[in-house]
């Protein structure tokens, strides 16, 4: 047995461990190792420490501290971290964390394109051809993208994947027990891939298409691997005072992005010259390219601080100045500006500043107030000009970019009452004020007076549609504590939106075409929209026994677009979880929950196009999204003389998310022939049930040697219809096909591992 | 005699609150159950002894001269001598 | 009952000189009230808090037992009147004695750790829903859960059961594998910003880590600029990557102007693949998927949907 001294320096100093062992994946899956590195069927190392030490462990009488730890060192998910401290003075950390994010269906992405994954150059195998865009003039073979098979020949599987590799620093020095500083660096590497579509000139479209019911402007289309090789680092400085009464900070945070790609360029492989409005894109293919994210800055002053006026009544403030600078040389692409640049930068500026402000006070144990108020602005003070471009249909366009700004005013007032001494109520109002616009007077009026094409929209148009929203909102929560063992809690809140809409809104940001460039009148963009919004919740705890105890609760919203004649005009959740625990015995707890989630949203809106045409035609679509979690966690210590303990945990989760559409036209209906089935009606649903079981034996040979081993199992059915449109054969015309395949996969994992530890 | 269940028997401790007078080795407001354990070694009434003093609640003195009577052990289910028996028995081996 | 003892902040130590091995006795000495009798055979192994801050005994500001727990006179004084001992000051949890209120509880953690991270915890969410910091700290043991990456959404998710269920989901942040977790975006000690969130904004609080998604953008995306959550729900979705709805039904909650958005859209944008009944026509085929409605969707073309610095993607397509 142990004896009492070493108990206590058990106790009180740290146990190390070294833990080195051997895991086996049997099967590829990039969804699977999405995130934890094990994507591949093979063998991985397994390797984890934590080392810490330092004089002031164990009651000693020095204040030093330190540490170093690492995880899962063998995969691609490793992180490191090592800290030392002297308590009470400084401190320093450094950390290094990787994370290799497997793009959900990557191991199934295939392109005849070349150019390296996490590369933004492009191009077509020479002898490729161009593709086929020639439109079937039969219904049965609408929409099949037949690649020759020479040009099925070019498609490679790509691996397609994105790192982030995090560093960071840590460093705090206090001057005394008032006065300390706190400096934070992260700087986070980004590296390979993301998928992403691409849109090119191609304007080839058919009557029969037209006719069938679909107005894509036809552009062709290719999905490609869009490089994330970005460096961003973060900085975070603070100076903190504490005093008896009062507290302050003074900050500073830095964001600085870096992007060290300007764009990435891909070929055109429906044609192999392209004249539109004049213009010729020359090449064999013709080369477009997309713009990647610009580098921008972020910095930012902060103050806040706290004083107590009296012992029961405080006040706590702050104030933050930012300025988020964005100003990289655009993408020259002259073929598509055939205007040329109005300037040859962005010169992007957004002031964002924040003050709150909140007194509480709590004269008697049993009621405490609250009053506060909060202010944000983000002013966009950038230019705006004009500029003219060919769209992706080649088409002339000019517009007007809008840098938008807004501001958000909110105050709160709140009450908790202590009814009795298991009783409290809590009640809030809150109100809120959005108010967007645009600084300059190009984007609010560039239209000009748009009347004499659309009647109902006037001269002057602003930026936005919603330039003001006001919420009210009314909060009540109550608790009670009905006996030791059963505790109860409900809760209800209504909030109102209201929008101040500008009828003549007309986004000038958006195309100079008559027909095609507005919203419907009456429809509403749903998070700007007048809106009416119930909120109930309540749950309960109770502890059955010493051994057993249950837990329920539930919570339901209603919103409701009452003054959107079209848009979203409900939106409804529900959720329901049960939890219970049991002690079978001191060595021995199983739990299990369930929970379950559900939501509805539905939208109205209308075929037509503009304040000009005549009511139009009008359908719904509905959304409803289900979701059902069951968990079962069991755990045995104490067998074999204490030697074994036995772990389970197992979880089942069924999501499920379909849309339906229904017409309310007169004169047409889903079965029409002509537009049979793909109008309307019910989407097969969006299905993923993933269930998961880890089992896990810990077996301890003496105090110094343990051996874990364990098997974790994970099958995913996953049943998305959004990889029906990539496979070879059945994507659009002017769609090049991936082959990418919804994820599902069954996972059988082994690993055993030795862990040595020691004091 | 058996071998005693140390588990068992510390639990029973802790649930006594034995532990705020006693530690193993250490002597807190009562003596170091080791120490007691070399006080009765080699005697063959020890078991029946300390029995009788965790069931009778005897007069003891604590550090600070106060006498109280010494507290009596409870078991779930009550008294339950088997499991009384196994925390003397475990007190003994130390 | 009487006042905390607690060490005097608004005193500057920095000129008292005392070593910290002094300070350390002095204060191991104050622990031993309590040790004397709370020791290693405690059911909860209290001593442990010797390996955390706290129990850095050499750094003047750490607690003793007493400024936690409170001077607790009368439970030192032991059972006087034969009904047993009378509580400590202030109980973290039910066990021997009721529990202390919560505000009293948290007030004896604020008195060292106010400002800060926790300047706005009265009024927050969690302080009026009776919370107090020990609902989620464990202060004696060695690693504290809800402060390590892999084990904090466990303790979160004993009470955000809706979110626990959300991270099981297909599409969702590294929570579980431990490399994101909920304090990266959350602040649970009360903040300025909405839902607790760690910044005053959503869209600051994610372009701490998207920072690409920042801008400014020469065309900006508006529901972008306002708010990530206006499409993305942050927890788990079923809709990769985490989007609370599918384009094109995504796009048509806020537009219905433009050419194909103002389309309804049903069963065909399932592909043709799709072998719903009532949808083949003539030929055993369905007709065209159309790359407005199917896989991407309105995402085909509309690719730089955070907002695009290209001159020529004013329609957010370059």
Redesign the interface.
């Known amino acids: 047995?142990a004896?009492?001294?070493d108990?206590?320096s058990?106790?009180?100093?740290?146990?190390n461990f070294i833990e080195v062992g051997a895991g086996y994946a049997d099967q590829n899956s990039a969804?699977f190792g999405?995130?934890?590195g094990l994507n591949k069927s093979r063998t991985y190392l397994l390797g984890n420490f934590s080392v810490r030490g330092g004089d002031?462990?164990?009651?000693?009488?020095?204040?030093s501290?330190w540490s170093i730890t690492g995880?899962d060192l063998g995969t691609t998910?490793r992180s490191l971290g090592a800290t030392i401290r002297n308590?009470?003075k400084w401190m320093f950390g450094a950390s290094y964390?990787q994370?290799h994010?497997n793009i959900?269906d990557g191991d199934s992405y295939e392109t005849p394109l070349q150019g390296p994954m996490g590369g933004n150059v492009f191009t077509m195998p020479a002898g490729f051809g161009v593709v086929s865009t020639a439109r079937p003039t039969?219904?049965?073979?609408?929409?099949?993208q037949v690649l020759t098979p020479a040009q099925q020949a070019y498609l490679h599987k790509v691996d397609v994947h994105s790192n982030r590799d995090n560093s960071g620093f840590t460093f705090g020095y206090n001057?005394?027990?008032?006065w300390n500083v706190q400096f934070n660096w992260n700087h986070?590497e980004q590296s390979g891939a993301k998928l992403?579509?691409?849109?090119t000139d191609e304007n080839n479209t058919s009557t029969a298409?037209d006719l069938?019911?679909?107005?894509?402007?036809g552009?062709a289309?290719q999905?490609i691997m869009n490089p994330?090789d970005?460096t961003?680092d973060?900085v975070d400085l603070?100076l903190?005072?504490?005093?008896?009464?009062a507290?302050?900070?003074v900050g500073y945070f830095g964001?600085r992005?870096r992007?060290h790609n300007q764009?990435v360029s891909f070929p055109n492989p429906f044609t192999t010259t392209r004249v539109a409005n004049g213009t010729t894109l020359a090449g064999a293919y013709p080369v477009?390219?997309?713009?990647t994210?610009?580098d921008?800055n972020?910095n930012q002053a902060n103050l806040?601080?706290?004083y107590n006026l009296t012992p029961t009544t405080?006040l706590?403030g702050?104030y933050?100045y930012g300025r988020?600078i964005?100003n990289?040389g655009?993408?020259?692409?002259d073929q598509?500006?055939p205007g040329g640049?109005p300037v040859n930068s962005?010169r992007?500026?957004?002031i964002?500043t924040?003050y709150?402000l909140?007194l509480?006070n709590?004269t008697t144990?049993d009621l405490t107030l609250?009053i506060?108020g909060?202010y944000?602005k983000?002013d966009?003070k950038?230019a705006s000009y004009t500029?003219e471009?060919?769209?992706?249909g080649a088409e002339e366009?000019s517009?007007v970019?809008?840098?938008?700004s807004?501001s958000i005013t909110k105050g709160a007032l709140?009450a908790?009452y202590r009814l009795s001494s298991d009783q409290?109520l809590?009640a809030a109002y809150e109100y809120e004020k959005t108010a967007r616009w645009c600084n300059n007077a190009l984007a609010n009026y560039a239209q000009g007076d748009v009347q004499g094409t659309n009647a109902g929209y006037y001269t002057t148009a602003s930026c936005?549609q919603v330039p003001r929203n006001e919420v009210n909102k009314f909060v009540v929560?109550y608790?009670l504590t009905a006996s030791?063992d059963l505790n109860f809690?409900a809760g209800y809140t209504y909030a109102d939106r209201s929008a101040t809409v500008n009828p003549s809104f007309y986004n000038p940001?958006?195309?100079h075409n008559d027909t095609?460039?507005?919203?419907?009148f009456g429809?509403r963009?749903?998070?700007d929209a007048s809106r009416t919004q119930h909120m109930f919740k309540a749950g309960a705890n109770w502890q059955a026994t010493q051994k057993l105890s249950f837990s329920l609760?539930g919570?339901g919203t209603y919103d409701n677009y009452n003054d959107s004649p079209?848009?979203?005009q409900q939106g409804h959740s529900a959720?329901l979880?049960l939890?219970s625990t049991f002690a079978v015995s001191?060595k021995a707890t199983v739990s299990a929950?369930a929970?379950w989630?559900r939501r509805t949203?539905g939208?109205l809106?209308?075929?037509?196009?503009?304040a000009v045409a005549p009511l139009?035609n009008t359908?719904t679509?509905d959304?409803t999204?289900k979701?059902t979690?069951l968990g079962f966690n069991a755990k045995r210590s104490?067998l074999m003389a204490?030697k074994l303990q036995l772990m389970a945990d197992l979880?089942y989760?069924l999501?499920?998310?379909g849309?339906?559409?229904a017409?309310n036209y007169t004169d047409a209906s889903?079965?029409a022939?002509s537009?049979?089935?793909?109008?309307?009606?019910?989407?097969?649903e969006?299905r993923?049930a993933?269930a998961r079981a880890k089992l896990t034996a810990n077996y301890v040979i003496d105090r110094k040697s343990t051996i874990a081993f364990g098997y974790i199992y994970e099958k995913?059915n996953?049943n998305d219809?959004?990889?029906?449109?990539?496979?070879l054969g059945?994507?659009?015309?002017?769609?090049i096909p991936t082959n990418q395949r919804s994820?599902s996969y069954t996972e059988n994992v082994l690993f055993v591992a030795y862990r040595y530890s020691f004091m | 005699a058996h071998a005693a269940d140390m588990d068992a028997a510390k639990t029973l401790a802790r649930a006594n609150n034995c532990f705020k007078c006693h530690a193993v080795t250490r002597d807190k407001d009562g003596p170091g159950w080791k120490k007691v354990a070399d006080k009765y070694r080699g005697k063959p009434d020890a078991e029946a002894k300390l029995m009788h003093h965790l069931t009778s609640g005897e007069m003891v003195k604590l550090a600070d001269g106060s006498q109280v009577h010494h507290a009596i052990i409870k078991t779930d289910p009550a008294n339950n001598t088997a499991q009384i028996k196994n925390l003397v028995d475990w007190i003994l081996s130390l | 009952s009487p006042p905390i003892q607690l060490p005097d902040l608004g005193t500057n130590h920095s000129t008292s000189v005392q070593t910290s091995a002094a300070t350390a006795a002095d204060a191991l000495a104050q622990d031993a009230k309590c040790t004397r009798c709370h020791d290693e055979n405690e059911q909860m192994p209290i001593l442990s808090i010797y390996q955390t801050p706290h129990g850095v005994k050499g750094d003047l500001r750490t607690p003793t037992c007493q400024s936690c727990h409170g001077p607790s006179e009368n439970h030192l004084a032991g059972d006087k009147t034969g009904k047993g001992i009378p509580p400590p000051d202030v109980m973290f949890n039910k066990h021997d004695y009721p529990m202390s209120d919560a505000g009293d509880r948290a007030a004896v953690c604020l008195t060292c750790h106010k400002g800060t991270q926790r300047s706005h915890w009265d009024g927050s969410e969690h302080q009026t829903n009776g919370l107090a910091c020990n609902d989620c700290h464990k202060v004696h043991s060695a690693v504290d859960p809800v402060r390590s990456k892999l084990t904090q959404p466990e303790v979160c998710g004993t009470c955000h059961k809706d979110r626990r269920a959300d991270i099981h989901k297909i599409s969702h942040h590294p929570i579980g594998e431990g490399k994101v977790t909920c304090s990266d975006c959350h602040n649970p000690h009360g903040s300025t910003g909405p839902h607790l969130l760690k910044k005053t904004t959503v869209t600051e609080t994610c372009t701490t880590c998207h920072a690409e998604k920042r801008g400014p953008f020469l065309w900006e995306h508006q529901p972008v600029v306002e708010d990530c959550t206006n499409c993305h729900t942050p927890h788990g979705s079923n809709i990769p990557p985490l989007l609370k709805s599918r384009a094109p039904f995504l796009c048509d909650e806020c537009h219905d102007g433009p050419h194909n958005s103002q389309r309804p859209y049903g069963a065909g944008a399932a592909g043709l693949q799709s072998t719903l009944s009532g949808f083949a026509v003539s030929g055993g085929r369905a007709p065209n998927p159309s790359s407005s409605a199917s896989g991407r969707a309105c995402l085909n073309c509309h690719v730089m949907i955070h907002g695009s610095n290209s001159p020529a993607g004013a329609f957010l397509h370059r």
Request: aromatic share 14%; proline share 5%.
């Open positions: 047995f004896q009492s001294d108990d206590v058990i106790l009180t100093r740290p146990t969804q999405q995130y934890n002031a462990y164990g009651q000693g009488a020095g204040t501290l995880t998910s308590q009470g964390d994370l994010h959900g039969v219904p049965a073979a609408y929409g099949t001057f005394n027990p008032q986070v992403i579509g691409t849109g298409f069938a019911g679909y107005g894509p402007a552009e289309i999905i994330t970005y961003t973060n603070a903190n005072w504490a005093g008896a009464k507290f302050f900070t964001s992005f992007d764009s477009d390219a997309l713009s994210p610009p921008n972020f806040s601080g706290g405080k706590v702050g933050s988020n964005q990289v655009y993408v020259n692409q598509m500006l640049l962005l992007g500026k957004v964002i924040h709150d909140k509480t709590q144990r609250s506060g909060n944000d983000r966009n950038t500029y471009f060919l769209n992706l366009q517009a970019n809008t840098p938008l807004y709140a908790d409290h809590h936005v929560n608790r030791d809690n940001m958006q195309m095609d460039g507005f919203e419907n429809f963009a749903y998070f609760d919570r079209l848009g979203v959720s979880n939890d001191g929950y929970s989630q949203r939208l809106s209308a075929t037509g196009k503009n139009p359908w679509n959304l999204d979701g979690t104490g204490g979880s989760s999501d499920r998310t849309y339906s559409t017409l889903c079965t022939p537009n049979a089935g793909y109008s309307c009606g019910s989407l097969p969006i993923s993933l995913l996953s219809y959004y990889y029906n449109y990539y496979q059945f994507t659009g015309t002017s769609t994820p």
